[in-house]
């Protein structure tokens, strides 16, 4: 298996409750590491263009709305299956159906702030991470 990739961001809910360490010990007890992060404050303009598959539907709105009320603390996540690891290990959107010990159940306030967001796929994961960090910051290690 090969190393891969991930993008990760801690939601302002999240945050704001002081659950960044908790959140992070879950990746990294479960074999992914954290190999760039940085804090932001999501602009309108940032959300909206990273949500913008989302624009047509009732929730947008309130999503962006919800992005932009706290810092987040944006991840690129590395780990054998890292996509997949990082999927099981939010859970499912809903906090109410995702399994006991996942980051969802756990922390999750409800489905619009539900703590993290994981990218779905290698290329949502290419481009996510573009999205939010420029080459020389992924590169770099900690």
């Given amino acids: 298996m090969s190393i891969e990739k991930t993008f990760s961001i801690i939601k302002p809910n999240s945050t704001l ?7 992070i010990a879950v990746f990294e007890k479960n074999g992914l590491r954290v190999s760039a992060a940085k ?13 913008i598959e989302h624009k047509e539907r009732p ?4 999503l962006v709305n919800f992005m932009t009320s706290g810092p987040v ?9 890292a996509v997949a690891k990082n999927r099981e290990l939010m859970g499912a959107t809903n906090p109410a159906n995702a399994a006991e010990g ?16 994981g990218s779905d796929s290698h290329a ?11 080459r020389n910051e992924v590169v770099n290690r900690f």
């Fill in 124 to 134: 949502a994961a290419e481009r996510e991470i573009a999205y939010f960090f420029e």
């Fill in 59 to 62: 929730f947008f709105g309130e």
């Fill in 73 to 81: 603390l944006l991840m690129v996540l590395e780990g054998e299956n």
């Fill in 17 to 23: 409750d002081n659950n960044i360490g908790n959140i």
């Fill in 39 to 51: 804090f932001a404050k999501l602009s309108k303009e940032k959300a909206e263009g990273f949500y």
């Fill in 102 to 117: 996942t980051i969802r159940k756990l922390y999750a306030k409800s489905v619009g702030e539900n703590s993290v967001h």
